[in-house]
């Protein structure tokens, strides 16, 4: 069966610091891969999407980056944090026909100070 | 472009009340509609589905039917639990699309004892 796993669970980190947040999935080959986040109270809010290794689609203009170095990996980065950038960092993965679920990994808190 | 529309939040309860969530989409052809649940800290997950008019997606007594002459996905479940009480979103997804999801702002449910 397929598994989507997230980490670091909780994450405190100080202004200007960088960031990095791993997504893996198992179990399946191909994925597409979704990098949302959700700030407190709000819906979701989708940063990056990726159909393929090294393949990688920006929603949203910000101090975020992600990577796919390998077909079921998926990195969020930031060089410099903001205050803003504070939220629950949700993975997820779906099939390619477009029509499929999303499976959505445990998620990530991340408090900046 | 799609949108899915759904009712604000929350919605307050109490125990073995009937419970409706509505939600309304707009999209082109013949989207695929879900249902999914957040749980307190966790990431979603999926609830329900229906792939096309008149499909009827049920799961732990919950119900939605598609209905596209009026574009709905209703969610209802004749008696909720107090451990239904989480954040239950509305979404659609296609083929011919961009692989990006159409999700709802999201019902928070709040069932008391």
């Known amino acids: 069966s397929q598994t989507i796993h997230q980490w670091p669970a909780t994450l405190v980190q100080p202004v200007g610091s960088p960031l990095s947040l791993e997504c893996t999935v198992e179990?399946?080959?191909?994925?597409?891969l979704y990098w949302y986040r959700q700030a407190a109270g709000r819906g979701l809010q989708l940063l990056f999407y990726?159909?393929?290794?090294?393949?990688i689609s920006s929603e949203v203009p910000q101090n975020l980056s992600a990577s796919r170095p390998q077909d079921r990996q998926f990195i969020l980065s930031s060089k410099k944090l903001l205050l803003s950038d504070s939220g629950f960092y949700l993975c997820?993965?779906?099939?390619?026909?477009?029509?499929?679920?999303?499976?959505f990994g445990p998620g990530t808190r991340l408090l900046v100070l | 472009g799609d949108s899915v529309t759904q009712m604000e939040g929350p919605v307050t309860l109490s125990e073995e009340a009937f419970l409706t969530i509505n939600c309304t989409y707009t999209?082109?052809?013949?989207?695929?509609l879900f249902w999914y649940v957040q749980y307190p800290g966790e990431g979603l997950q999926l609830l329900l589905k229906a792939t096309k008019a008149d499909d009827k997606g049920s799961n732990k007594g919950f119900e939605a039917t598609y209905r596209k002459e009026t574009t709905s996905f209703h969610l209802e479940k004749g008696s909720v639990q107090v451990s239904d009480s989480a954040v239950y979103f509305c979404?659609?997804?296609?083929?011919?699309?961009?692989?990006?999801?159409?999700f709802g702002r999201g019902t928070s449910l709040i069932v008391h004892p």
């Open positions: 979404a659609l997804s296609r083929a011919g699309g961009s692989y990006i999801p159409t």
């Open positions: 990726s159909v393929g290794i090294g393949q």
């Open positions: 999209a082109t052809g013949y989207p695929s």
């Open positions: 179990g399946t080959s191909n994925p597409n």
């Open positions: 997820a993965w779906s099939g390619r026909t477009g029509k499929e679920t999303q499976y």
